[in-house]
């Protein structure tokens, strides 16, 4: 496949994407100060760091008494420790008293110690002698049933660390340090440019020869799984002056752009010329060997990552899966973890033979099963312009660059949806 | 563990959210109409059907000329079809001719075809010989390079079912139906109601034996996950009548409440207490056989259900995640998908042995470590008191109630956080 300039320019989607992350090394979003409540999702801009021990004072972590261990040292049920009762601790209230030896306060679960207890007694090894002395029928060791004063998180510690997608046990952890606000990355703002002479609003009659709009839908659901804010700019005739003013219009307040383009060659064309004359540095790749997804254009024009997508649904989606998301992901700072790397794939054994040719990465179509031996990945036939086909899908897989099909019973990753 | 009515009544979690949802089988939130852009995640209430064939028109899915397939038949490069070039077919305009026997009319991806058409030859297949005749040079099936009438969806076919969780593909799939507002299920507003003497504002300064609440922020994150929404009311002071006040109070505009309650028995008594009193059914269990989150208290109060949410944050996260996220899917009318079940869990192979007691189903909290040979999951040990572990965790993985313990090497299903 040659582009416009005459240039042979299919390159593995692998390729493509380092030429769009390398453009846009150094480009992030604008670190904002976010309320925790808020932030779910987002990507931590800066380390959070603690600036208390964590609890500040030893907590007991069950209801009994607070003791000094030693003086339980060897109790038994036969043979028990005699203590004398000292002061309750309450709930909420600092302990101000020092502990006499040979004696037990008892504490809630949560209960601050008082100096001199080092160990908490649980009720059930306790017995009551009389209003004011105590039978313990068990030792402890110290620091048994008590969490000390910063086990949990010390002065000076990295909570949160920059980078990070923020999850709901993280807030949590926030909140425990006092950190009601913490600095984040920006969502990236998406604009959603649709092209095409026969596309129309969805909310229209389409005349005959059109269709309505559903990829801007699609793309704007996908950009809003990632993390990012879409913006559907709307339709635009396939002609080059109302696209290029679109596109110029939305470098006014976008962070990335994406064009859903008409199907044709000719659209595409005129899409990768815009690119080319707005330029800095313009279009880095144009045809990618990728099924579907082959016609995928990417550029950076000053600065501003811009996706020429394909126009089959099917298309769209892998194109997004693999090229706009990491690239919001790059641009809000996020350092991949596994575990987020591994949320949305599930392996399954492939039901049937699966041919694909060898040098085009093949995505597939698959609907999940679950059956006695296991989880298994039914490829879905149809053509990629079919709509029904990705509201059955599960997800994809996909088959390498360098193979030539998928035997059944193959273990495959399955991308979900 | 016997509850304040002397019932012996620790049972198994299973039991539990079975009782649970037993008493809120017939508990939706309202059917609403919702903008497809704002769908999201949101459960769809009654099936979309399509009121119009798609596409409307065969449609070309290559650049190339529609033809009679019969025309072509049996074409070779040594012997080509010679067909005469009729009207050019535009985009998104209606071909409103005939094309006569023998005749090829030119048309891009998208095209509408002309009546008598069946088939579309690729550009790469042709040759002009001058500007009124053609010359094909393989022939193509009838159909071929063809998306028919009604192929994508038929009129009168369910797109999205009842029950589904909608993704974006299911956006993208309604805008091409022309729905652009579907019938989804209300999120359901889950009341956050802190209590606890020693609990203080997260954004306050702790004076000895208080600590900041952050229970509530996690629980409020992970309804956010769940698709509901989150209303944190407040700090409430471990008073018998301040709290049923808050809680009669939130029953008023909320579908469930969680009550995020101090660790201590005597706290779990008067939440259970504040139950059983309102009532209706009341409480349905107060104790589960569970590690960490044995304090769990579920209930159902006059058609809402209500949590006693443990006070340990790790045991929250659990308990949320056992209790409370499959309760608002019940809700929210979720008819549960396998690929929605599978998309937060990895299979991971446990690093090193972990006992458990028989007779309770224990979670354990782990990172996820990819090594050669393959993805180990890694226990973290820490109390459950601690933030600190939650932190660190990728997920946890539980250890079935007849088991005690899990071997090194064994794989475990390991649900991220």
Same mark, same amino acid.
């Given at each position: /496949? #040659?582009?416009?300039?005459?240039? %042979? +320019? !299919? =390159?593995?989607?692998?390729?493509?994407?380092?030429?769009?992350?390398?453009? &846009?090394?150094?480009?992030?979003?604008?670190?904002?100060?976010?309320?925790?409540?808020?932030?779910?999702?987002?990507?931590?801009?800066?380390?959070?760091?603690?600036?208390?021990?964590?609890?500040?004072?030893?907590?007991?972590?069950?209801?009994?008494?607070?003791?000094?261990?030693?003086?339980?040292?060897?109790?038994?049920?036969?043979?028990?420790?005699?203590?004398?009762?000292?002061?309750?601790?309450?709930?909420?209230?600092?302990?101000?008293?020092?502990?006499?030896?040979?004696?037990?306060?008892?504490?809630?679960?949560?209960?601050?110690?008082?100096?001199?207890?080092?160990?908490?007694?649980?009720?059930?090894?306790?017995?009551?002698?009389?209003?004011?002395?105590?039978?313990? /029928? #068990?030792?402890?060791?110290?620091? %048994? +049933? !008590? =969490?000390?004063?910063?086990?949990?998180?010390?002065?000076?510690?990295?909570? &949160?660390?920059?980078?990070?997608?923020?999850?709901?046990?993280?807030?949590?952890?926030?909140?425990?340090?006092?950190?009601?606000?913490?600095?984040?990355?920006?969502?990236?703002?998406?604009?959603?440019?649709?092209?095409?002479?026969?596309?129309?609003?969805?909310?229209?009659?389409?005349?005959?020869?059109?269709?309505?709009?559903?990829?801007?839908?699609?793309?704007?659901?996908?950009?809003?799984?990632?993390?990012?804010?879409?913006?559907?700019?709307?339709?635009?005739?396939?002609?080059?002056?109302?696209?290029?003013?679109?596109?110029?219009?939305?470098?006014?307040?976008?962070?990335?752009?994406?064009?859903?383009?008409?199907?044709?060659?000719?659209?595409?064309?005129?899409?990768?010329?815009?690119?080319?004359?707005?330029?800095?540095?313009? =279009?880095?790749?144009?045809?990618?060997?990728?099924?579907?997804?082959?016609?995928?254009?990417?550029?950076?024009?000053?600065?501003?990552?811009?996706?020429?997508?394909?126009?089959?649904?099917?298309?769209?989606?892998?194109?997004?899966?693999?090229?706009?998301?990491?690239?919001?992901?790059?641009?809000?700072?996020?350092?991949?973890?596994?575990?987020?790397?591994?949320?949305?794939?599930?392996?399954?054994?492939?039901?049937?033979?699966?041919?694909?040719?060898?040098?085009?990465?093949?995505?597939?179509?698959?609907?999940?099963?679950?059956?006695?031996?296991?989880?298994?990945?039914?490829?879905?036939?149809?053509?990629?312009?079919?709509?029904?086909?990705?509201?059955?899908?599960?997800?994809?897989?996909?088959?390498?660059?360098?193979?030539?099909?998928?035997?059944?019973?193959?273990?495959?990753?399955?991308?979900?949806?």
């Amino acid at each position: /496949m #040659k582009d416009m300039l005459g240039r %042979e +320019n !299919v =390159i593995t989607s692998d390729r493509a994407l380092n030429l769009l992350c390398g453009a &846009l090394s150094k480009k992030r979003t604008a670190i904002t100060t976010e309320k925790i409540e808020n932030s779910l999702g987002m990507v931590c801009a800066e380390d959070v760091v603690s600036g208390d021990d964590l609890p500040a004072f030893a907590r007991s972590t069950v209801d009994g008494y607070a003791v000094r261990a030693g003086d339980a040292f060897g109790a038994t049920e036969t043979m028990p420790a005699y203590l004398n009762l000292s002061q309750e601790i309450f709930m909420g209230e600092e302990a101000v008293f020092i502990l006499p030896t040979h004696a037990a306060s008892k504490i809630p679960t949560g209960g601050m110690l008082p100096q001199g207890a080092d160990a908490v007694v649980m009720f059930e090894h306790v017995q009551a002698v009389d209003s004011t002395v105590i039978e313990v /029928m #068990k030792p402890v060791a110290p620091g %048994e +049933n !008590v =969490i000390q004063a910063g086990e949990d998180v010390q002065k000076g510690e990295v909570v &949160l660390r920059k980078g990070r997608r923020v999850r709901s046990q993280d807030i949590g952890a926030c909140a425990g340090i006092g950190r009601v606000m913490i600095p984040v990355r920006a969502r990236p703002i998406v604009s959603i440019i649709s092209t095409g002479d026969e596309i129309i609003p969805a909310d229209e009659e389409p005349a005959r020869g059109r269709i309505r709009d559903s990829n801007s839908y699609l793309i704007a659901g996908m950009v809003s799984e990632a993390g990012g804010i879409p913006r559907r700019k709307g339709i635009f005739k396939d002609d080059y002056r109302t696209i290029r003013a679109a596109v110029e219009d939305a470098m006014k307040d976008s962070d990335a752009i994406a064009v859903s383009g008409g199907t044709s060659v000719g659209t595409k064309d005129m899409i990768a010329r815009i690119i080319v004359d707005i330029g800095d540095p313009g =279009i880095l790749f144009h045809g990618v060997s990728l099924k579907p997804g082959k016609p995928m254009i990417g550029g950076v024009i000053q600065g501003i990552p811009i996706f020429g997508l394909p126009g089959h649904p099917a298309a769209v989606s892998i194109c997004i899966e693999i090229f706009i998301k990491p690239v919001l992901d790059l641009m809000s700072g996020l350092e991949e973890s596994l575990a987020h790397r591994l949320r949305g794939v599930v392996q399954a054994r492939l039901s049937r033979n699966v041919a694909s040719s060898q040098g085009r990465e093949e995505h597939i179509r698959v609907m999940l099963k679950e059956r006695e031996d296991g989880l298994w990945a039914v490829p879905i036939l149809g053509k990629s312009g079919l709509i029904r086909t990705l509201v059955k899908a599960d997800g994809t897989f996909s088959v390498p660059v360098n193979r030539n099909g998928v035997e059944m019973g193959e273990l495959v990753e399955v991308r979900l949806f």
